[in-house]
């Protein structure tokens, strides 16, 4: 998707045309800048991108209006197909049939659209012939002569579109109102300047709580609005003083109401796309970023709940988000490790702050994942979930027992602890093993590699035999006087801070085997690879205990 948007988006000429042809086929401009606000605040796309695509997203709202115009289209013989009665029956027949019949989800959410555009159809005619007998109402025309007025006009269309939450509902309702023949050219421009006003309100909603970039995102197609109308607007009624067009008294239809919003988008499109540039710097300068902001950036942007609505999307922001978390645990480790041999008061507060940011990882995703769940996905969707919910909590834990190790080697550095030399050689064997299957295990996840995940368990195997074998070593030691009972304590802090590091990783391990065959049963597949010695586990047990011997 990422990729996709870069290309598509790349230029403001490919952006108009991506958010025209989005906002086209799902109809509303609103969703279309709402999803782009998501990108935004994800990191994945820029704000110069994201206007371009506003742009085209303006432009595509209009096509309902088009649609909407067919519901006004009479006649005889072959014009007769394009009728409301016709063009809707013929949807809804085709609808019902892929709704009741299909067994593909894909297939039935097409039946769900024709259908919604069926009762759009019928819910115009309805409309229209609803309204007709207001052309008779004197209420209703001096009503409409008060927006005649540009102010009342623009106001009465920016708070009807903003409670609507809709323009093209609102262009709708004005094109079923233009049946009437009461509508004329002085009243319908004004309120559709004030349509593409009122329709920011959601779009502004679906920004509350976003960072900086995706409230700037949000903001600019306020603005691209205000100035399309404060521009085209200014211009019309300054030319229309001097060279009197003589279009005030003209009635509308539904298609010239049509043409004239979709005028109206494209005219406001070709002034303010050149300046692409200048609107970003404007925005950015209007809405700024905090220092909180600016310090809180980071990985966890990625899971923007605007992006729940679309799973595909929110399942691989979570894919790409759980990576993050797994290498963050796995560097963390590492680091702890390294300050047993060179410890620092920075290097012990980088863990500390590490392993900080891991636990708000696991609080993240674990909600994201949830909210996630009960989203309609499929097969291979719900596994991804269900494999990154169960994992959450080990990557925690490494990045838990990274703090641990971290503690045994400050306590190491305070009480000057020193290791014998056979005991050095010894943790220095297991810290290799124990780094392989760290690396391996982190690896096995991000790549997804059934193959390297077979090879975590029968290294974990061996690292619980290394840990039991130094343990009674360093009895031994104890016996004979060459090690001291505090360095005993510290020595079993480490072996069982990693012999459970090794049974995480163990877990990782399982989980991409076993969810990837659809299951997730640990007991029964350490069964099997233990009793009946599957996936070459003896010559890969018997590898590792020749590689890591003491």
């Not at 289209?73 to 019902?96: K, M």
């Not at 702050?353 to 291979?380: I, S």
Request: with cysteine; net charge negative.
């Amino acid at each position: 998707m990422e990729l996709i948007l870069y290309r598509l988006s790349g230029t403001p000429v490919r952006g108009v045309l991506l958010g025209t042809a989005v906002t086209a086929v799902i109809q509303s401009s609103s969703a279309t800048s709402a999803m782009v606000v998501g990108f935004v605040n994800s990191g994945m796309m820029k704000l110069g991108q994201a206007i371009s695509v506003i742009h085209g997203a303006l432009i595509g709202t209009s096509i309902t209006g088009w649609i909407v115009s067919l519901s006004s289209v009479e006649g005889t013989g072959w014009v007769s197909i394009f009728s409301t009665e016709t063009l809707s029956a013929i949807v809804a027949v085709v609808g019902i049939i892929l709704r009741m019949f299909s067994k593909k989800q894909r297939v039935r959410h097409v039946g769900d659209i024709m259908l919604g555009f069926a009762v759009l159809m019928f819910g115009m005619h309805s409309m229209s012939g609803a309204v007709s007998p207001l052309r008779e109402s004197p209420e209703f025309i001096k009503l409409l002569t008060t927006f005649s007025h540009p102010l009342p006009g623009i106001l009465f269309g920016a708070a009807f579109t903003a409670i609507l939450q809709s323009a093209s509902a609102a262009v709708g309702i004005l094109q079923a109102l233009s049946m009437t023949g009461a509508v004329t050219f002085s009243v319908a421009w004004p309120i559709i300047l004030g349509i593409a006003i009122g329709s920011s309100v959601p779009v502004l909603l679906s920004a509350l709580g976003a960072k900086a970039d995706g409230r700037r995102a949000a903001f600019s197609y306020l603005l691209i609005e205000i100035l399309g109308v404060l521009i085209l607007g200014a211009l019309y009624y300054a030319l229309d003083g001097a060279l009197n067009f003589g279009l005030d008294g003209r009635i509308m239809n539904t298609v010239s109401i049509a043409a004239l919003n979709t005028a109206f988008r494209v005219a406001t499109a070709l002034l303010l796309v050149p300046f692409q540039k200048q609107m970003t710097r404007l925005v950015c300068a209007l809405v700024r970023e905090s220092e909180k902001e600016r310090a809180a950036a980071g990985e966890l942007d990625r899971l923007d709940e605007r992006f729940l609505r679309y799973p595909a999307l929110a399942v691989e922001q979570s894919r790409l988000t759980v990576n993050s978390m797994a290498n963050t645990a796995r560097e963390n480790l590492l680091q702890a490790i390294g300050l047993m041999e060179h410890y620092t008061d920075a290097g012990m507060e980088q863990v500390e702050q590490t392993e900080d940011l891991v636990d708000r990882y696991e609080d993240k995703l674990g909600t994201y994942l949830v909210k996630l769940n009960t989203q309609e996905l499929d097969v291979k969707q719900n596994q991804n979930v269900s494999k990154y919910l169960h994992l959450l909590s080990d990557f925690e834990r490494i990045s838990d027992h990274a703090m641990n190790v971290a503690e045994v080697a400050r306590e190491i550095a305070e009480k000057k602890v020193v290791f014998s030399d056979e005991g050095k050689h010894e943790l220095n064997v297991l810290t290799a093993a124990l780094t392989e299957i760290l690396n391996m295990a982190v690896q096995t996840f991000v790549e997804d590699d059934l193959n390297l995940a077979y090879r975590v368990e029968p290294l974990e195997e061996w690292i619980d035999v290394l840990c039991d074998e130094m343990k009674g070593r360093h009895v031994d030691r104890l016996k004979r006087g060459t090690c001291s009972l505090s360095q005993g304590f510290v020595f079993n802090d480490i072996l069982t801070n990693f012999e459970r590091v090794a049974d995480h990783c163990s877990n990782i391990a399982i989980a991409v085997i076993e969810l990837e065959a659809y299951a997730y049963d640990t007991h029964g597949y350490l069964l099997d690879l233990k009793e009946l010695r599957s996936h070459d586990f003896d010559g890969l047990f018997e590898q590792y205990s020749n590689k890591y011997k003491i």
